[in-house]
């Protein structure tokens, strides 16, 4: 399976960006994963074009989840009642069959450990439901029996994928909570984004993350499964 991913576009600070790196995309994925920050500070009209520019070119399913860029559920739902075409899952679960595999996909913004001031000004709970969102992930990894697991975020689950961050930022960029979930749960592919300096690839436990932020890689990124998710393989990182 050929799986596409990116992120943090931020619509329209890489929007020209995403433009090439789409058009340099010369494999026909299976499936194409957007791990969130779209568009710049919930600036919902840009995520039109950024759909423009994958209609046609992209046939297969699209899924994607939400970043701090659209951040609270009036944002979200605005977006996706923009595009009943592509799989927006916000701590939600979804199966796929492709090529005569049941993928299983789970979707969620993920958590900080240290929420900003505009998300505690904004959303006085914020904490409590990073916290709370943690344990849902878990609860749908759990149920989740398929072929290949993916869990797709946008905030980092360890702060091994923030090396190449400042590491006092870290605990505003992710959540380690999630290490415990990963270890226990094992996902056969872990996507998150947000670090736009953070490491592209780590391991925890057996557990491929791989960071697609696009101002890191400066390219869409193409994972073959049976390729590059092993250890020790990072010959393409
Ligand atoms: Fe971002
Ligand atoms: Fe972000």
Partial sequence: MLIAATADIHSPTYFDLFLKAVEELNVKPDVFLLAGDIVENGRVEEWERVYNVLFGKITCPIVATFGNNEFGK?????????????????????????????????GTIGSIEKPTYWQLKNFPDVRKEFEERIKKIETLLKTLTVDFKILLMHYAPTFKILEGEEPFRWPGMGHRGYERVLVETKPDLVICAHAHNGKKKTFLDSVPVFNVALPLHKRIVIIDTKRDLKAGLEKFF
Avoid at 76 to 84: D, V
Wanted: glycine share 4%; aromatic share 6%.
């Fill in 74 to 106: 009036e944002t979200q739902e605005r977006i996706r009642s923009m595009f009943p075409d592509i799989h927006f899952l916000q701590d939600e679960k979804l199966v796929l069959n492709i090529n005569n595999m049941r993928v299983g996909i789970v």
